[in-house]
């Protein structure tokens, strides 16, 4: 019997082509199967009856959507570590990073972005790099920005929260300076070197969609992404990387990546390629029109101008100049290094709010979120210890305004779509409710753990009471 392609299939064909039109990957045979025994799972899983509906909603909807976000995580790969290829981290750390640190030494100020950032390790050790670099780092302006198109790889690179895995090949050393030990085996990042990062989606394939800082940027990492796209793709991102590189920038590839046609110069070094983005041709000034006048004195290249200086400039003379500029011009000053301030540390605040809470505390519990929302307002798990505090207390609408900042912060949640969903309910909200209970069952579509099954059973059986009543009422 002759087996039949996924891209020849009627609706797994459209299913291919979506993903690979809007995203500019080229799926391999393996990927388009993984895709294609997808499709029926999660037409059942985001509540539509037949495949047509729900490709006729995806094609409508946002990078962020769930139903987008479970479409990309069948196929895509998130495999990172920090130091991965020790070659390509010698290389950044002595010849890329050195030179780029050498032309901001007078306004200190630097700009990375991690174009693929996946789950932000690569980002987080160019920034581990730059603080062994850079011994006054604190007194300089740096911004660390990490891209991918995977909500939940953005998510965890926000948080910081790792697992052995991901330090397989950090030294114990290295890992007592970098990172914190918590529960599980779980290692935190310590927040020197998360200061100055920031994550976001964002689909380099999509021409519509500019670079986070168009001209700014002294560093672009962007390694083993083009090899997965086609060329027009790629074309898309050779342009908006170019147009993203502030004068004299480099776009560090992979060595397996395609070298970019023109507008770079290219070197390879030991594990990477590096780009370094060629000047615009200077503009030739218009040639004047209005007549010139001359002047008297030559104006050939030959002839130099020549002071001399006059009789009886001795040694006193120039000793008086020497002192009488000093008054004039005073000595600039060092500035003034003022001590570290001691460093607040969001996790163990975070534990001992839920300490507080769990006392029955919600007063100091909630004083203790607020501090830790303004140090790291970008941290989901406090807006949803607060939502929680708020629904206990009644509060409804503050605590629906929470678990929406969770969602959009983490937008892979499940638990904050599923209490975010419940409430609505609670509230009389059906329309909204069911939108955040069917966003809740396709986060939970694929993970086989107890608490994934327990989310999924929850969202899926107050799905059907709340449709239930919205169609009696």
């Given amino acids: 019997m002759t087996m039949v392609s ?51 909603l995806l094609r409508t909807l946002p990078l962020d959507a769930p139903m987008v976000q479970a479409l990309l995580q069948t196929v895509t790969n998130n495999e990172t570590y920090f130091f991965r ?11 890329i990073l050195p030179s780029m640190i050498e032309r901001a030494l007078e306004t200190r100020t630097l700009r990375v972005w991690s174009a693929g950032c996946s789950t932000g390790e690569e980002l ?38 790792y697992k052995q895995w991901s330090l397989r090949v950090t ?21 020197r070197f998360t200061r100055g990062a920031s994550f976001s989606l964002h689909n380099l394939a999509d021409p519509g969609q500019a670079a986070p800082s168009p001209g700014k940027f002294d560093l672009i990492l962007c390694r083993n992404v083009t090899i997965y796209m086609h060329a027009e793709a790629r074309a898309v991102l050779a342009q908006k990387l170019t147009l993203a590189l502030a004068a004299g920038g480099v776009w560090v590839s992979g060595p397996s990546d395609p ?45 130099q101008p020549t002071w001399r200086p006059p009789a009886g400039w001795g040694t006193g003379a120039r000793t ?45 519990a909630l004083e203790v979120i607020g501090k830790v929302i303004e ?24 605590a629906c305004t929470d678990l929406r900042r969770v969602t959009y912060l983490d937008p892979s ?33 694929g993970d086989e753990t107890l608490e994934a099954g327990d989310l999924r059973r929850t969202a899926a059986l107050q799905l059907m009471r709340t449709l239930r009543g919205k169609n009696h009422g």
């Fill in 6 to 56: 996924p891209l020849e299939l009627g609706p797994h064909r459209e299913l291919c082509e979506l993903f690979e039109r809007r995203l500019g990957h080229v799926l391999s045979e393996r990927g388009a199967q993984e895709l294609t025994e997808s499709l029926h799972r999660l037409t059942k899983s985001c509540g539509f009856e037949t495949t047509g509906q729900y490709l006729a």
């Fill in 85 to 95: 290829d020790l070659s390509s981290v010698a290389s950044l750390k002595a010849h």
């Fill in 124 to 161: 987080y050790t160019i920034s581990i790099l730059l603080r062994e670099l850079i011994p006054d780092i604190d007194y300089w302006n740096i911004a660390l920005i990490g891209t991918d198109i995977d909500a939940a790889a953005i998510a965890r690179a926000r948080r910081g929260h």
């Fill in 171 to 191: 030294p114990d050393e290295e890992r007592k300076l970098y990172f914190d030990s918590i529960d599980n085996g779980t290692f935190v990042l310590r927040r």
């Fill in 259 to 303: 070298v970019p046609a023109h507008g770079f110069t290219t070197r390879v070094l030991p594990g990477l390629l590096e780009h370094v983005v060629l000047p615009e041709p200077a503009v030739k000034p218009p040639v004047a029109t209005e007549p010139q006048v001359r002047s008297s004195v030559s104006s050939s290249v030959d002839q």
């Fill in 320 to 364: 008086q100049a020497t002192a009488l500029l000093h008054t004039l011009v005073p000595k600039a000053q060092p500035p003034r290094i003022e001590p570290p301030a001691q460093q607040f540390e969001p996790v163990a605040a975070l534990a001992a709010a839920r300490s507080l809470a769990d006392k029955g505390d919600s007063q100091r």
């Fill in 375 to 398: 140090e790291n307002p970008l941290e989901p798990e406090a807006y949803l210890l607060r939502a929680l505090l708020f629904e206990s207390a009644g509060s409804f609408h503050e």
């Fill in 413 to 445: 949640h499940g638990e904050a779509y599923l209490r975010l969903g419940l409430l609505l309910a609670r509230t009389r909200q059906p329309e909204a409710a069911v939108k955040a209970l069917r966003n809740a069952l396709v986060l939970g579509y």
